[in-house]
């Protein structure tokens, strides 16, 4: 490769631009494609701009909420704009450009993600390589799990997940090169504002960090600004919310600090033994207040375990029910990170080779390593390899371009080497037809919500659908997509019982116990979990089936939200309530089978599924066994949201019912005591204790209940 370099000397600054411009354009209008596809479906649309695709964008967007209209003033975890760097930059460019808050969180992703090609492009400039940072950056902005991740309508802090990192490798990279104290300086700085841009990725910069301090000692140990450099990164490292200082202040004290050592040592008065001690002390410092391996450790874990929480009671751990955390197989592993398995093969030679020749690249380490981990940990931990993958795959073409003689080959040879590296991953993207999160007609319900609720009020649903409810209709709930875990059992219980008083009174009472504890976990403060004083869930449970039972003051209304789509996972949600919190056993077998007829013999109807349902004599053959169906509904909803019901029963002791939703043309198979569950009840069949609820809010979308009690 070093013979046939595209020197940096022939290219001017302006030149250097041009590339990054190009990169940049390229990476933004990929990610136009998503909207080109969408933007004249009128179902995708609210408040005239296109609604954004990822659930968790919503906390976000309430912030910004928050800040710019004064809305979820009640609600207790609202993130700030000081807290987070999405908020601050949304708050921010709504103010300044005349954009509005829609137009702002649904292009944020694409404005910010395309930004990596920035620092991949300066990287490979160090080596006087600029076209092959120039490949590489149309390779990996835009490589598969990163487009995944940021593309226009994903507002989440994933945008900022391998930009930032890249930013510090450069900075880092660039002072084990030029040997200059100030590069180390620009990394230090970058190092203390990555945790308000990214904190979820922390570990990885603290693994970037000791490798930095490993490699130049290693290479380096007789350099006085090897431990000048030392010093100013685990400075960097170093929390200053270990000691009780707040964000934003945290960030700018520590800044000053880093600013004001940097200067000092730059007047050369320390002696090499005394910055090898300074060093040692500030590491020590950092391995301490850092709390480095407990960190890592707890990341590796809290992406590993399965089964029950096991501390106190037993409440069934959510990972396990998340896509993105589990166990994924080599091929989607590959795909992920580079297109196909054949390209992540290519990056990882690429890599190889790149700290063979390039010694600082066992910076990048962590970024590699933590994109193997996907293997175990899950889809998310992909995003973090891409750029350096990309980056290694170029170069191995470079290298291998070293082979052709002719200039012109070589570059034919490297241009469609990446072109067919790039191509599966556009093939994707152009594939990759992801809906917004709610469509039109439900945010409909959700903003009638808003007009008939107050902000104080709570809105009980699953945690998939915190965010949007917090931001369609300014109301607080319980579970979200950040906290779910102890009290995702009271949501599953009150959509899973059979009894609505057991429904109304844990509802009233969840949400009561939870204002008045300061907002701490329900199921903690109820069930006194993990103390000596631990209640018997269970007895209490019974408790709340008498409408007698003595409940807390009623400080503000509670909503029941039971959306359509939650459906499909409606089996997950009730596991979550399916278990003896004592024992952690799971409780019953549940039965929940929605499908859809793909053919009807005479009344016997072939279910997509498998599973055969004769209409004539209610039996159900599932696989090889047969069995007795109690219930057949058919429901059918009508223009005034009500629901026409039609019944038929066939055995006395069947074990299952079966609806049909006649306007969603869905069969759902289920078992008896699932059939009279407070979801299938209420939004299937509209059936409910009027003593104890009102319905507030009908569409076929969703049925929103007001609490009475």
Request: aromatic share 16%.
């Amino acid at each position: 490769m070093s013979n046939s370099k595209f020197d940096l000397g022939k290219v001017t600054e302006g030149q250097i631009l041009g590339l990054m411009l190009f990169a940049y354009l390229f990476s933004f209008a990929i990610r136009m494609i998503w909207v080109y596809q969408f933007q004249d479906n009128p179902n995708f649309i609210w408040n005239g701009q296109m609604m954004i695709n990822t659930n968790d964008g919503y906390t976000f967007a309430s912030g910004a909420q928050h800040e710019l209209y004064g809305l979820h003033s009640q609600n207790p975890r609202i993130p700030s704009m000081w807290g987070y760097s999405i908020v601050f930059f949304t708050v921010l460019f709504t103010k300044i450009t005349p954009f509005s808050l829609e137009t702002v969180i649904l292009y944020m992703p694409t404005v910010i993600s395309s930004l990596v090609v920035i620092p991949m492009i300066l990287i490979a400039r160090l080596y006087k390589q600029t076209l092959w940072g120039f490949f590489a950056a149309l390779l990996g902005s835009i490589a598969w799990s990163y487009y995944n991740r940021t593309m226009t309508g994903y507002y989440d802090t994933d945008m900022f997940s391998a930009m930032a990192p890249m930013f510090i490798l450069y900075f880092l990279m660039k002072s084990t090169i030029d040997f200059n104290l100030r590069s180390a300086l620009y990394a230090a700085i970058a190092i203390v504002l990555y945790p308000f841009l990214y904190d979820q990725g922390q570990a990885i910069i603290y693994a970037m960090g000791i490798i930095y301090g490993i490699y130049m000692v290693w290479q380096h140990k007789e350099e006085n600004t090897t431990y000048q450099s030392f010093i100013l990164i685990f400075l960097a490292l170093i929390p200053l919310s270990y000691f009780g200082i707040e964000r934003p202040y945290s960030y700018l004290i520590q800044s000053f600090i880093i600013v004001g050592v940097f200067i000092f040592l730059k007047s050369d008065k320390l002696k090499e033994k005394e910055l090898m001690i300074i060093s040692a002390i500030i590491f020590i410092l950092f391995l301490v207040f850092g709390n480095v391996f407990s960190l890592i450790l707890s990341k590796i874990t809290s992406y590993t375990i399965t089964g029950t929480e096991t501390s106190g009671l037993h409440f069934y751990a959510v990972n396990q029910t998340v896509r993105e955390a589990g166990q994924i197989p080599f091929s989607t592993f590959a795909n992920r990170i580079s297109g196909s398995q054949l390209g992540v093969l290519l990056s990882f030679i690429g890599y190889i080779l790149l700290v063979i020749r390039h010694k600082a690249f066992i910076l990048a380490l962590p970024l590699m390593g933590i994109g193997v981990f996907a293997l175990w940990g899950g889809l998310r931990f992909t995003v973090y390899a891409v750029p350096v993958a990309a980056m290694s795959a170029v170069y191995l073409f470079f290298v291998l371009g070293d082979f052709f003689q002719n200039k012109k080959i070589k570059y034919m040879f490297i241009f469609l080497a990446t072109m067919a590296m790039i191509y599966p991953n556009i093939k994707h993207i152009i594939a990759y037809k992801v809906p917004t999160v709610l469509n039109k007609a439900e945010v409909e319900d959700l903003d009638k919500l808003k007009h008939i609720s107050n902000p104080k009020d709570y809105t009980l649903s699953w945690w998939d659908y915190g965010y949007p409810i917090w931001y369609y209709s300014d109301t607080s709930t319980l579970i979200d997509g950040g906290k779910h875990n102890n009290d995702n059992f009271i949501i599953s219980t009150i959509m899973q019982t059979t009894s609505p008083e057991v429904a109304a009174n844990l509802s009233r009472l969840a949400v009561e116990t939870y204002v008045d504890s300061n907002y701490t976990l329900v199921t903690d403060s109820l069930f006194k979990n993990g103390t000596k004083n631990q209640l018997d869930p269970n007895m209490l449970l019974s408790e709340l089936e008498n409408s007698s039972y003595k409940l807390p003051k009623k400080t503000r209304d509670i909503y029941l939200y039971l959306p359509y789509r939650m459906l499909n996972i409606f089996p997950t949600v009730a596991i979550f309530g399916n278990i003896d919190l004592v024992t952690g056993k799971t409780e019953r077998k549940i039965t929940f089978y929605p499908t859809s007829v793909n053919k009807n013999n005479n009344g016997i109807l072939m279910f997509k599924n498998g599973i055969i349902f004769n209409t004539k004599t209610g039996v159900l053959e599932i696989g090889r066994q047969k069995a007795f169906v109690k219930y057949f509904i058919a429901t059918q909803d009508t223009k005034d949201g009500s629901i026409k019901l039609q019944s038929q029963f066939y055995h006395s002791n069947g074990e299952y019912a079966v609806v049909y939703l006649k306007s969603y043309g869905r069969f759902i198979i289920m078992d008896t005591k699932t059939f009279r569950s407070m979801y299938v009840q209420m939004f299937m069949l509209g059936k409910y204790d009027k003593n104890l609820f009102e319905l507030v809010v009908s569409s076929p979308y969703s049925r929103i209940y007001k609490l009475k009690r």
